[in-house]
C-alpha cells in the first residue's frame, strides 16, 4: 500500500505543475494585449489628431477673425452715434474681446481741404512754415484772415496786392486749423482746413501670425500674416448729382482721440465721449480741392486714388471728359496733387463736419 500512496502523490506532483505553467502565461498575455491595445488607440488617436490640427487651427483661426470682425462692427456703430453727440456727452459699454487686443493709431492721416466761397474771387494759400501762411488773391480782394486751431483764435489784416502776402501767426496745427480769408465787408473769400486724424487698431492671434483691423476715419483697412494692407471700406466722400441738375459734394470726417491704454481682456468697458462736431463747409462752394495722406503704409493713399479716380479714368481713355462730372485730378492725373469736382458749370454744394470721438477705459 506504501508504494501505490507514493505513485499517486506523484501523480498529483506531475499534473498540477503544468496547469500552473499554463495559467500564468495566460494572465502574461492578457497583460500585453491591453498593453497592446492601449498602444494601438494611442496611436490612432494620435494620427487622427495630426490629421485633423490642421483643420482645428482654421476652424480657430476663423472663428478669431469672425470675433474681430464683428467687434470692428460694434466699435464703428458706437463710434459714429457718439460722434452726433453734443460736446461731453457719450456713453460706456462693454465689449466682449476674444484673442484681440485694441490700440490706438496716432495720426494716421492728415487732410487739406479748400475752396472758395464766392464765384468772384480765386484764392491760394500756402503754409511757409509752422508759422507763416502766404495769400494769393487773383482780383485783390482780401482784406483779413482768420485762424483757428485748438485753443487758439488768430485774426490779422491782409494789404490788397498782386502778389503772396505773408502772415506770421501764432496757432498750431497739430489736430486741425481752419483758415478763413474774408473781403471787405467781412464776407468769406475762401476757407481752408487742415486735418490730422487718428483711429483704432484692432490685432488679433492667429496661427501664422497677426490679422489687424484698422478703423481710421470712417475707413477700414485689414491685413492678414504675411499679406498685404487691403482696403475694404473708403472714407465716407459722397458726390452726387440731384434732380435740379445740382451738385452736392459731402464729406463726413472722424477723428478718435484715446485717452491712456485702452489694451485687451476678456470683456473690456470702453467710454466713447463726443469733443463736439464741427461744421467745417456749407453752402455753394466754387474750385473745390482736397488732398488726403494716410500714414498707415504706402499702398493706402494709392488705392484710395484709384478708387476715387476710376471713372476719371475711364472718361479719359474714351476721350471724353469735355462732358464728364465728377472727380478729377487737381493737378498730376494720378491724385499725388489732390482731387478736384468736374462740375461742368454746373452749381455745387459742398458739406464738410467733422467728428470727434474721446476713447478710454
Known amino acids: 500500500m506504501i508504494p501505490h500512496r507514493v505513485q499517486s502523490v506523484n501523480r498529483r506532483t506531475g499534473r498540477s505543475g503544468p496547469r500552473g505553467l499554463r495559467d500564468e502565461e495566460r494572465a502574461v498575455s492578457e497583460v500585453l494585449g491591453v498593453v497592446m491595445l492601449l498602444a494601438m488607440v494611442i496611436t490612432i488617436m494620435g494620427g487622427v489628431w495630426i490629421f485633423l490640427n490642421p ?6 483661426d476663423n472663428t478669431n ?11 464703428e456703430d458706437r463710434i459714429e452715434v457718439a460722434g452726433n453727440a453734443p460736446d461731453g456727452t457719450g456713453f460706456r459699454n462693454t465689449l466682449a474681446i476674444q484673442s484681440t487686443s485694441i490700440r490706438s493709431v496716432q495720426n494716421v492721416e492728415a487732410w487739406t481741404i479748400a475752396a472758395d466761397l464766392t464765384a468772384g474771387e480765386r484764392i491760394e494759400l500756402r503754409h511757409v512754415n509752422d508759422t507763416t501762411i502766404a495769400v494769393l488773391a487773383a482780383n485783390e480782394t482780401a482784406r483779413g484772415i482768420t485762424i483757428q486751431s485748438p485753443g487758439v483764435f488768430f485774426e490779422s489784416e491782409v494789404t490788397a496786392s498782386h502778389r503772396e502776402v505773408f502772415i506770421t501767426h501764432n496757432a498750431s496745427a497739430t489736430h486741425w486749423m481752419i483758415v478763413t480769408v474774408y473781403g471787405a465787408d467781412d464776407q468769406p473769400l475762401h476757407r481752408q482746413a487742415k486735418l490730422t486724424l487718428s483711429g483704432l487698431e484692432i490685432t488679433t492671434s492667429l496661427g501664422q501670425g497677426e490679422h489687424q483691423i484698422v478703423l481710421m476715419n470712417n475707413a477700414r483697412a485689414e491685413r492678414f500674416p504675411n499679406g498685404a494692407w487691403e482696403v475694404s471700406a473708403m472714407p465716407s466722400v459722397e458726390f452726387d448729382r440731384m434732380a435740379n441738375d445740382e451738385l452736392r459734394l459731402s464729406m463726413l470726417l472722424t477723428d478718435v482721440i484715446t485717452n491712456g491704454s485702452i489694451g485687451t481682456g476678456s470683456n473690456v468697458g470702453l467710454q466713447f465721449v463726443s469733443k463736439g462736431p464741427m461744421m467745417l463747409f456749407s453752402g455753394r462752394a466754387y474750385n473745390v480741392q482736397f488732398e488726403v495722406t494716410n500714414a498707415l503704409h504706402d499702398i493706402v493713399t494709392p488705392q484710395y486714388h484709384d478708387t476715387w479716380l476710376s471713372e476719371y479714368t475711364i472718361q479719359r481713355s474714351a476721350g471724353t471728359l469735355d462732358t464728364y462730372i465728377g472727380f478729377a485730378p487737381y493737378g498730376r492725373a494720378s491724385g499725388a496733387d489732390g482731387f478736384s469736382v468736374s462740375s461742368q458749370s454746373l452749381p455745387l454744394y459742398f458739406e464738410v463736419d467733422l467728428q470727434r470721438i474721446e476713447v478710454s477705459r
Open 55 to 60: 483643420y482645428l487651427s482654421d476652424f480657430e
Open 65 to 75: 477673425w469672425n470675433s474681430a470682425t464683428g467687434l470692428a462692427d460694434r466699435i
